[in-house]
């Protein structure tokens, strides 16, 4: 029997978090403005990660939902840095808005490599049926930020555009979290973020410039991010790209540790941390797992017994997890995981 992938299981869980009941009330669309204002941890951001005391405007455009324990809204806003692509400069999230009263926690969710939307929108929809807000965020040239006619991508064959592309995205993450923290419904103490794959590796670097990040949880994601694109097969063409034009392995690794969490990894000692990976991933290496999970301090892990497409065996286990973990009180002592080993030893 052929093993589904992420995306193809969504059909089978994507009902479990939509309720029938209507929302009472239409909420009413807004737009405003928010402060970034650094944090006294700012000088330990990296220089290319920095973002001076700012003020920018947003739009907030509510949509249906059948929920009755959420509100979905489209939530735009200009992102901090200007590319050639006019599409690429605004950032375009979703917010999933818990409907019960009280404060809440707040995370950031990223998406995978593929730009399949629907997986972290699951995410988002679990998370809040458990009282934690998710603001869904789309990284550059991704979606409704992709340029018609433009070749720009966030992750090409050209390691430096690859580069500019994820710093980017962590600056949009770093205003995504402000605006996420200004809403009155948010504990501005829990704030976190979370991404799967490509999502869980960004999210990993944008932990260690935005210090208001204080809950981190990374699905499939790893370190050494040179490594990882040097080594997989599919990336052949990327090799071959950098070789040609006098590039050697040495100079590659050295340039992509501009963006590599491992490299950042002592900005987040102290945070709650929770890595959920696959033994036999394939596309990144277990080697790749621990490098980041040293950076880190040694977090709680886990080790499914799957490759980085077959964990979709995993999905309700990695929602169950990742719910309780964003859920649970930064001051509690976590509980030892139901599954899996707690180190990669």
């Known amino acids: 029997m052929k093993t589904r992938t992420w995306v193809q299981c969504l059909p089978l869980v994507l009902a479990v978090y939509v309720s029938p009941a209507p ?33 920018f405007a947003f739009e907030q455009k509510f949509q249906p939902t059948s929920s009755n324990v959420f509100e979905l809204s489209d939530v735009t806003f200009p992102s901090p840095v200007v590319t050639p692509e006019p599409n690429n400069n605004t950032v375009h999230c ?32 679990a998370l809040a049926h458990h009282g934690t807000a998710a603001l869904f965020v789309k990284m550059p ?43 009155g419904e948010i504990d501005p103490e829990q704030l976190g973020i979370m991404g799967i794959s490509l999502g ?32 997989v ?29 491992v490299t950042y990894g002592v900005n987040v000692k102290g945070r709650r941390i929770l890595m959920l990976n696959a033994r036999h991933d394939e596309l990144i290496p277990r080697e790749c797992t621990e490098s980041l999970w040293r950076a880190f301090g040694e977090p709680e892990i886990i080790w499914w017994d799957a490759g980085h497409y077959t964990a979709a065996r995993y999905l309700f286990d990695g929602l169950a997890k990742t719910t309780a973990f964003f859920q649970a009180s930064a001051s509690e002592a976590r509980e030892p995981a139901s599954a899996g080993e707690s180190s990669p030893r």
Request: charged fraction near 20%.
């Open 23 to 55: 929302c009472p009330a239409e909420p009413i669309d807004r737009a405003g403005e928010v402060a970034f204002e650094p944090t006294a941890r700012e000088t330990v951001v990296p220089a290319r990660f920095h973002l001076d005391k700012h003020t």
């Open 94 to 125: 979703e917010y999933f808005r818990p409907t019960a009263a009280g404060r809440h926690p707040g995370v950031i969710v990223l998406h995978i490599l593929g730009g399949d939307f629907n997986l972290s929108r699951l995410f988002c929809r």
């Open 141 to 183: 040239y991704y979606g409704p930020r992709r340029q018609p006619g433009s070749p720009a991508r966030m992750v090409s064959m050209d390691p430096q555009e690859t580069i500019r592309g994820m710093t980017q995205a962590v600056l949009d993450v770093r205003q995504a979290t402000a605006w996420l923290a200004a809403q």
């Open 200 to 231: 869980g590796i960004t999210a990993a670097l944008a932990s260690t410039a935005e210090p208001r990040l204080q809950n981190i949880c990374l699905l499939l994601a790893g370190g050494d991010v040179g490594r990882v694109a040097w080594d």
């Open 233 to 261: 097969p599919y990336l052949k063409s990327l090799r071959e790209h950098w070789l040609a034009s006098g590039g050697t392995k040495e100079t590659f690794l050295a340039a992509m540790q501009a963006v590599d969490p």
